[in-house]
């Protein structure tokens, strides 16, 4: 038997509780065979190392598992030597060694030298993790528990967004459910057509025209209705508050424009948080991580030519964002398959703690199934490399408080030099340079359309005064920071000579964020009290009422009282 180097399953740490369950398989099995015989001592660790390809510590892994069901045993200063085999071992050991050579391999498919790490099913051996066993037939989520690393309380505790609910959205949010992750957050500003459907396991005819992320969420809620959902009918460049993105564990971007990933890709910088991109277009398809300071990030991968498609829509990004609306790339249901689950994974391991490899970029391409992973090489003065400091959380609301009052925090705190710098840019007026004539807007940008910008009177596309700082001496400031664009729990950067303070929109906290969503009302089961009284027993009649009307009482609620069935007692 030629051995295959199994260091080339070593991705990271997932793969290496697997791998010295196969490690501890094929020594057993050699024991077995005899290959390694009782009495005698097994070869240096240095050079079973050098054997199975695999670290020193999955080998020790694997020798202390043999060690556990006593067929080996070690002399210390000595080494590694086979016990005597007698009917206890020799039964662990065919158990333990059965992993591997009960895996038969796919109808027409040669078997392999070696098996993957996904042998047949048995309980796994972590020692950090107490061995508990789901009741598969009542446990939605049990299967998991069975996965050596998987933890349930941080999987169902996890905070995730999902920015877009397209082909490849659906594909995310589908696994995120499944896998019972805890607490949901959709962001998305379409509508269904019916082209939507061919990709999108979360839509159905009936939805079109409905947003959506309001459908996805329903659905979501609705195959695994243990999770939490929320959604948002809106732009992630511009209507989601910072601090709701400061509270996701990970964010999942499933866009299909450069824009939009660029904002992601800031907001994660800002606040210091992962998020996980995915890109398909017909059969190809790439899946990459951006951890802050770690690698790359998003901006780091642009080309040259990319960053001057950018810098041209941002000379003019009143037509930039119509662009962006136009833009439509051909995917299929079976690459956004694949590409989302590879990011739902990624967002696992990183919910999990898990090291993934930041910077780095999965290419598929599913006409040839080549399959490449590349680093990518951060760039030294990237723009986007910046974190916030420590954030203030104030207790006021977007909606609520005026820029005159947020200046007012500012300048206490900052000095009277000090500005509010906008994410946006503010549109004062616009300017007719034929016409000589100026209409007052007083609107982020988001909210303008190309069509607003042109005259109405000669057509003419006019001249935008826009600005993106605040002092506090503006005409407009008893508006609300809403008003101007802020979204609610939205973290703002306000800054002087020296330095930058960060505010949060804290009194927002439970308006923009709260995953409830499609949370029912939990229904009290209507009570037939007769249906339940089976007299078997020879127990009184009377005291088995007593017991089922106590019973009633405490589950039904006030308002289906009513229902209960008039049954005296007495
Ligand atoms: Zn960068
Ligand atoms: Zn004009």
Known sequence: MTFIPLERLIVDEITRKPLSELVTAKLAGMILDGVYKSGYQLPSERDLVKQFGVSRSTLREALKALEEIKLIEVQHGIGWFVSELDENNLALAHQVAEKITTSTPMKGEKAEEYEAPSGPRRLPVAPEKPLVIPNLKKDRLGTFSLISWWEREKVAAANVMVVGAGALGNEVIKDLVLMGVGNIYIVDFDTIEMANLSRSILFRESDSGREKAEVAAARAKEINPNVHVQYLNGDVTTDIGLGVFRRMDVIIGCLDNREAR????????????????????????????????????????LTDQARRDLSIRYSCPLLARENILLGKVPTTPTIASIIGAIQSQEAMKIIHSKPVAAGMVIHFNGMTNEVHVTKYTPVEDCESHWTYGEITELPIRAETTTIDEMMQIIHRDMGPEAVLELDQELILSLKCPNCHTEEKILQPISKVGFN??????????????????????????????????????????????????????????????????????????????RDRIKIKEKVHLKDRLKIKLHESAIKLNIQQQEEVPKIHVD
């Open 262 to 301: 660029l904002a992601v890709n800031r907001f994660a910088y800002w606040i210091n948080k992962p998020w996980v991109d995915g890109a398909i277009q017909e059969f190809l398809g790439l899946a990459r991580v951006f951890v802050p300071g770690e690698g790359a990030c998003f901006e780091c991968t």
């Open 452 to 529: 607003q910008a042109h005259c109405p009177s000669c057509g003419l596309l006019r001249e935008t005064e826009m600005t993106h700082i605040i002092s506090g001496d503006e005409p407009f400031s008893s508006r609300t920071l809403a008003s101007i664009g802020i979204p609610a729990l939205h973290i703002l950067r306000a800054y002087n000579e020296d330095q930058y303070y960060f505010y949060e929109l804290s009194g927002d906290l439970e308006n923009a964020l709260h995953f409830s969503h499609f949370e029912k009302q939990i229904e009290q089961p209507r009570i037939k009290l």
